[in-house]
């Protein structure tokens, strides 16, 4: 059964910075992608990594967040900067069970999620 633990988030002000870490369990292969949820919007992937392709990231994060990851030891992060009050929700890691990620981002596609952590940026 795959597992998926993070860590980080938290509360913090316009402008201000945070990490989120997430570690992957009994997997092999795989696509990671931060995922974030705030209410009354859908699920939108802001980062991904997999093992041989490079970092992509949403438009709304580029320049701002970083992901980072050993595949090796099946952990993730992600280096969030410069942050908005739209960054604000639910951040969750997310795999799919390939090496390749999905070109674009659908929820649908990601089979295993973590419990997701809370930030809240505020003014």
């Known amino acids: 059964q795959v597992q998926l633990m993070e860590a980080g988030g938290g509360s913090v002000e316009v402008g201000g910075s945070l990490i989120l870490s997430c570690k992957a369990r009994?997997?092999?292969?795989?696509?990671l992608t931060w995922v974030r949820h705030a209410p009354g919007k859908r699920h939108e992937g802001v980062a991904s990594?997999?093992?041989?392709?490079?970092?992509t990231y949403a438009d709304s994060v580029k320049g701002r967040f970083t992901i980072s990851g050993d595949y090796n030891k099946k952990s993730a992060y992600l280096q969030m900067d410069s942050l908005k009050l739209d960054d604000t929700g639910t951040y969750y890691c997310?795999?799919?069970?390939?090496?390749?990620?999905?070109?674009?981002?659908?929820?649908?596609?990601?089979?295993?999620w973590g419990q997701g952590t809370q930030v809240t940026v505020s003014s």
């Open positions: 009994n997997i092999r292969s795989y696509c």
């Open positions: 990594i997999s093992r041989h392709e490079t970092p």
């Open positions: 997310a795999l799919v069970r390939r090496s390749v990620c999905p070109p674009t981002f659908n929820a649908d596609d990601y089979e295993d």
